[in-house]
């Protein structure tokens, strides 16, 4: 959960320091906001309706879980934390001070690689050779890079 605290600190900063009113944000990057908001929420509805009844807040391995390896997930491993970021990046260049959005892209990573690391975890010990495979595939959740 401690993941999921630091991502919604990230929210919170990018929020609670906006920009004051007179600063202006150059058109190109409103523009990419404008595109990637849409982009990530699109992203996020096709990744939980392809997780279905496995889409859940805290990380579980129930009994009759399966890898999903399909939809969204053939791009990224974990689609849901990469819209959320792109979320948090559009909202950052919309609303936020420089300063905040920077912070909060650190805090938002951080508490992304706990919730990579902790729910990889659990399907590593359910799914160790399917896992493994698919890791070496698809990226976490920053295509090209993690």
């Known amino acids: 959960m401690w993941g999921l605290v630091l991502e919604v600190l990230a929210y919170l900063l990018v929020w609670g320091f906006r ?4 600063e202006q944000t150059a058109a190109v990057w409103i523009a990419f906001a404008l595109v990637l908001a849409p982009l990530s929420s699109l992203f996020f509805a096709a990744a939980a309706r392809e997780l279905g009844l496995h889409f ?19 791009m990224v491993r974990h689609p ?17 001070r420089w300063e905040a959005a920077l912070s909060a ?15 990889e975890g659990l399907l590593a010990r359910r799914f160790p050779e399917q896992l493994a495979a698919y890791r070496m595939q698809v990226r976490a959740y920053l295509p090209f890079l993690r």
């Open 19 to 22: 920009r004051p009113a007179p």
């Open 105 to 119: 892209l650190i805090l938002y990573l951080v508490g992304t690689e706990i919730r990579v690391r902790s729910e």
């Open 80 to 96: 849901i934390y990469a819209s959320m970021l792109g979320l948090l990046v559009s909202n950052a260049i919309a609303v936020s």
């Open 56 to 74: 859940r807040i805290k990380a579980v391995v129930a009994a009759n879980h399966e890898l999903i390896t399909t939809g969204p997930y053939r």
